[in-house]
C-alpha cells in the first residue's frame, strides 16, 4: 500500500468510470479527497460514501467543466473543505464520434473546453496551493498517439494536446518540485466503453493482453504517480492501454 496519508486531493470527474476509481483509490491510500461532477448527484454521493467508509473525508462538488467560473469556485471550495490542496487529477472528458468532414462546431467546441481548456483551467487555479512534492495528474487517452479507425479525430486531437500540456507543465512547475504527469489508457470497461459493447471485441483485437482494462488498474497508475515513489517522474507519459499502441 503507497502511503498518502495527510495528502488532500482534487480529481475532476469523479462520480463514475475511471473518475471514481481514482477517488476510491486516492482514499484508500490514505488522501482526503474532493471531486466534481457535472450531473449524476446520486453516483457522487456514493462515491462520497465509499471515501469515508474508509474513515477519509469526501467533498463532492457540482461543476460543468465547460464553465470557466465552475471551475475556479470547484477549486476554491475544495481548498475551504480541505485546508489546502496536494495532488490534481484531470479526469473529467467527453468524447464525439464522427467524421471531419461532418464536423458539428458547437460540440467540437463543447469538446475542446472539456478535454483542453478544463485541465489548463483547472492547473492554473490549483497551482497556487501547491508546494514542494505537489502532483499534477492528467488522464489522456491512447487514442492521443494512435488513431486507428476512423470517427474520432476530434477526440483525438483534444487527447493529443494533453501531451505538450503535460510536457510544458512540467518545466513551469519542476524548480518548484511540483511533478506533471500523463496516463494514457486504452479500452477501460466503463459505461461509456462496456467490455461488452458493440466495438469491445474490436477494441480488445487490437491490445497484447486481448482484454479491456479495468478502471481500478488506472488508477493504480494515478496513485503510483501520486506518491512520493514517483518522485522523480515528471513530464512523462504512463500508457495504461494493454499493448494497444505497443
Same mark, same amino acid.
Given at each position: 500500500?503507497?502511503?498518502?496519508?495527510?495528502?488532500?486531493?482534487?480529481?475532476?470527474?469523479?462520480? &463514475?468510470?475511471?473518475?471514481?476509481?481514482?477517488?476510491?483509490?486516492?482514499?484508500?491510500?490514505?488522501?482526503?479527497?474532493?471531486?466534481?461532477?457535472?450531473?449524476?448527484?446520486?453516483?457522487?454521493?456514493?462515491?462520497?460514501?465509499?471515501?469515508?467508509?474508509?474513515?477519509?473525508?469526501?467533498?463532492?462538488? +457540482?461543476?460543468?467543466?465547460?464553465?470557466? +467560473?465552475?471551475?475556479? &469556485?470547484?477549486? %476554491?471550495?475544495?481548498?475551504?473543505?480541505?485546508?489546502?490542496?496536494?495532488?490534481?487529477?484531470?479526469?473529467?472528458?467527453?468524447?464525439?464520434?464522427?467524421?471531419?468532414?461532418?464536423?458539428?462546431?458547437?460540440?467540437?467546441?463543447?469538446?475542446?473546453?472539456?478535454?483542453?481548456?478544463?485541465?489548463?483551467?483547472?492547473?492554473?487555479?490549483?497551482?497556487?496551493?501547491?508546494?514542494?512534492?505537489?502532483? !499534477?495528474?492528467? !488522464?489522456?487517452?491512447?487514442?492521443?498517439?494512435?488513431? #486507428?479507425? #476512423?470517427?474520432? /479525430?476530434?477526440?483525438?486531437?483534444?487527447?493529443? @494536446?494533453?501531451?505538450?500540456? /503535460?510536457?510544458?507543465?512540467?518545466? %513551469?512547475?519542476? #524548480?518548484?518540485?511540483?511533478?506533471?504527469?500523463?496516463? +494514457?489508457?486504452?479500452?477501460?470497461?466503463?459505461?461509456?466503453? #462496456?467490455?461488452?459493447?458493440?466495438?469491445?471485441?474490436?477494441? &480488445?483485437?487490437?491490445?497484447?493482453?486481448?482484454?479491456?482494462? %479495468?478502471?481500478?488498474?488506472?488508477?493504480? @497508475?494515478?496513485?503510483?504517480?501520486?506518491?512520493?515513489? @514517483?518522485?522523480?517522474?515528471?513530464?512523462? /507519459?504512463?500508457?495504461?492501454?494493454?499493448?494497444?499502441?505497443?
Amino acid at each position: 500500500m503507497i502511503d498518502l496519508s495527510g495528502k488532500r486531493a482534487l480529481v475532476t470527474g469523479g462520480s &463514475r468510470g475511471i473518475g471514481a476509481a481514482i477517488v476510491e483509490a486516492l482514499a484508500e491510500n490514505g488522501a482526503d479527497v474532493a471531486f466534481t461532477y457535472q450531473s449524476s448527484s446520486e453516483k457522487a454521493s456514493a462515491v462520497a460514501r465509499s471515501v469515508e467508509s474508509r474513515g477519509r473525508r469526501a467533498v463532492a462538488i +457540482q461543476a460543468d467543466s465547460a464553465d470557466p +467560473q465552475a471551475i475556479a &469556485r470547484a477549486v %476554491e471550495d475544495a481548498v475551504a473543505a480541505l485546508g489546502g490542496l496536494d495532488i490534481l487529477v484531470n479526469s473529467a472528458a467527453i468524447g464525439h464520434s464522427g467524421n471531419i468532414a461532418d464536423l458539428n462546431l458547437d460540440e467540437y467546441q463543447t469538446l475542446m473546453d472539456v478535454n483542453v481548456r478544463a485541465p489548463v483551467l483547472f492547473a492554473k487555479a490549483v497551482i497556487p496551493h501547491l508546494g514542494n512534492g505537489g502532483r !499534477i495528474i492528467t !488522464i489522456g487517452s491512447a487514442l492521443g498517439e494512435r488513431v #486507428p479507425f #476512423p470517427g474520432i /479525430t476530434p477526440y483525438a486531437m483534444s487527447k493529443a @494536446a494533453l501531451t505538450s500540456f /503535460t510536457r510544458g507543465l512540467s518545466r %513551469e512547475l519542476g #524548480p518548484s518540485g511540483i511533478t506533471v504527469n500523463l496516463v +494514457q489508457p486504452g479500452a477501460t470497461d466503463t459505461d461509456a466503453n #462496456p467490455a461488452d459493447g458493440t466495438a469491445a471485441d474490436f477494441q &480488445r483485437s487490437l491490445t497484447s493482453l486481448g482484454r479491456y482494462g %479495468e478502471p481500478k488498474e488506472i488508477a493504480n @497508475a494515478v496513485v503510483f504517480l501520486a506518491s512520493s515513489a @514517483a518522485s522523480v517522474i515528471t513530464g512523462a /507519459t504512463v500508457t495504461a492501454d494493454g499493448g494497444a499502441i505497443a
